[in-house]
């Protein structure tokens, strides 16, 4: 039983790249998320999505994009990387958007230098 | 708008200590949801309770209970004596229209 699974696990960009982060849950959740975690702010909401084909912003949209083509996937872009993006991320899956628990993947180290 | 404060950045205590972490929350809204996450060494959140604004009953789970009080706006996590094993960061969050949370406390328990 995955639950929710984020690839890669680490890596690492100089300013100016471009990747994507990938997100799977195997849970039929509808709502999926992407937070970041940084030292002494906890995890702040990026952008989440409530079914396939919508995403939302959340607190700290800026400079990252995001899609959910298929209802199990939520990917995580970065088109231009700032060292202001290294930070650990998380994505999360939920039932529902409010009152269940979210279940969360391991977690992508990036670093941007 | 919502936010959690959770005071206590670092907390470390010895094996068979209790210990008290404190979340205290704000919102508008009458109807929210109040959760605590542990994150271990590993990484992961592992979810550990959920708690809604029209249930003020506390909640005990072996070691861990939980004191949920609205008139301060606080959903405090008790552990009874502690474990090394419970050494982690762990986190509040308040649940509106989305999930937000707090900064987190570390705790460390030596043994």
């Known amino acids: 039983n995955a639950g929710v699974t984020q690839t890669p696990k680490f890596r690492v960009l100089k300013t100016g790249q471009s990747m994507t982060l990938l997100c799977a849950q195997d849970?039929?959740?509808?709502?999926m998320y992407w937070y970041r975690q940084d030292p002494g702010m906890g995890l702040r909401l990026i952008h989440y999505s409530v079914g396939e084909g919508t995403t939302a912003k959340g607190e700290v949209p800026d400079g990252y994009n995001v899609s959910r083509l298929k209802k199990q996937n939520f990917l995580l872009g970065l088109e231009s990387a700032a060292p202001s993006q290294t930070s650990v991320y998380f994505c999360?899956?939920?039932?529902?958007?409010?009152?269940?628990?979210?279940?969360f993947g391991q977690g992508t180290r990036l670093t941007v230098v | 708008a919502q936010k959690v404060t959770q005071a206590q950045t670092e907390i470390s205590v010895v094996e068979k200590e209790d210990v008290t972490l404190d979340c205290v929350y704000e919102t508008r809204d009458t109807t929210y949801y109040l959760f605590w996450y542990k994150q271990p060494p590993s990484g992961e959140l592992v979810f550990l309770i959920r708690r809604n604004s029209f249930d003020e009953q506390n909640e005990i789970s072996g070691r861990y209970s939980w004191n949920f009080q609205k008139s301060t706006s606080s959903f405090n996590f008790t552990i009874t004596a502690s474990q090394v094993v419970d050494s982690a960061v762990y986190f509040c969050a308040l649940s509106v229209a989305d999930m937000r949370f707090g900064a987190g406390t570390r705790l460390t328990v030596k043994p």
């Open positions: 849970m039929n959740h509808e709502y």
């Open positions: 999360a899956s939920s039932y529902n958007r409010v009152n269940t628990e979210a279940f």
